[in-house]
């Protein structure tokens, strides 16, 4: 029964790396005559010509990694500032109906985000930029028509998007960390925002994975950021240029791909983002275990280092 039993829960986990590799190798299948037309060279081309049949990623790839980093730089400190609050300050009667309003953003439909994007954020970066000096608007940080949409509308949309599940997950991190680390700095003199570090230094890790699980939402995210990015493909440093993400050129042009070089290649855009996803994510596992290492290994000195001295007194 038990062999049965952990045959069984095997096959079913052994289910997830092969639905991974099925999507890969479908995505690779499906783009194989764009793959094979431009190498290489679709992951450095900036050219995205369907009539004259010349793609490249570039502008695609980096409007996904620049609005999604503008995100999670704008959201990381909110999102942690929420996460103290609830579990270190708040009060009881008040702890509650934040949380469920909290954990509520992250239930609302994308196209939602959008809409307030398009009525909210873009006329408040239209506003914005109008009132920047002649002279900081031709500066390559914020050049661009002053239309409202483009990378800033983007990242603000998607940093509140992405606050929901940093601030959920970096508050119960850190509800899980033991009071005797916070009794412990208290009764050494902490002050209540130093054992408030304490508390963050000690789960660090889980924080830390707070933050990538955020990095993960804005990476994949299409409606909302297609209705407020510009849609342009070219690649900008400015906050205020109409750009355009992976997902949201395949969600507007996917429908309207006239030829099979056309579709070939916006499959292999979903198959750039798949790649860079499964990158950062891979990457991203690797600091959390670096860092859970580190800590573990600091853990485990202590008593060791602790023990000479006992010996000696």
Do not use: C
């Amino acid at each position: 029964m038990d062999r049965g039993f952990r045959i069984g829960t095997g096959l079913v986990a052994a289910v997830i790396p092969l639905v991974v590799l099925g999507i890969a190798v479908v995505l690779v299948h499906e783009s194989w005559l764009s793959l094979r037309t431009f190498g290489l060279g679709f992951w450095r081309t900036s050219t995205w010509d369907p009539v004259a049949g010349d793609f490249g990623a570039v502008p695609f790839l980096w409007g996904t990694l620049y609005s999604s980093f503008l995100a999670l730089l704008i959201s990381t400190p909110v999102a942690l500032g929420i996460a103290i609050f609830l579990s270190e300050m708040a009060p009881s009667a008040l702890r509650q109906p934040l949380v469920f309003l909290t954990d509520l953003l992250a239930a609302i439909p994308s196209i939602i985000y959008g809409l307030w994007g398009i009525f909210v954020l873009v006329p408040i970066v239209r506003a914005f930029q109008a009132s920047l000096p002649d002279g900081l608007r031709k500066t390559t940080l914020f050049t661009g028509p002053p239309v409202g949409v483009g990378m800033l509308a983007a990242a603000l949309v998607l940093a509140v998007m992405v606050l929901p599940y940093t601030a959920s997950v970096a508050r119960e991190v850190l509800r899980a960390v033991p009071p005797t680390q916070r009794e412990a700095a208290l009764a050494l003199g902490a002050t209540r925002w130093e054992s408030i570090k304490v508390t963050l230094f000690y789960g660090r890790t889980g924080v830390l994975g707070a933050i990538l699980l955020g990095l993960g939402r804005a990476l994949g995210e299409t409606m909302a950021v297609t209705m407020v990015i510009g849609n342009t493909p070219k690649a900008s440093l400015s906050l205020l240029a109409p750009q355009y993400t992976m997902a949201a050129v395949i969600a507007n042009e996917f429908t309207e791909a006239a030829d099979k070089l056309y579709l070939d290649s916006l499959v292999a855009i979903g198959l750039v983002l798949f790649i860079v996803t499964f990158a950062i994510n891979a990457l991203s596992r690797l600091l959390i275990w670096r860092v859970g290492a580190e800590q573990g290994a600091r853990r485990r000195a202590a008593p060791a280092g602790a023990a000479p001295a006992a010996s000696g007194a």
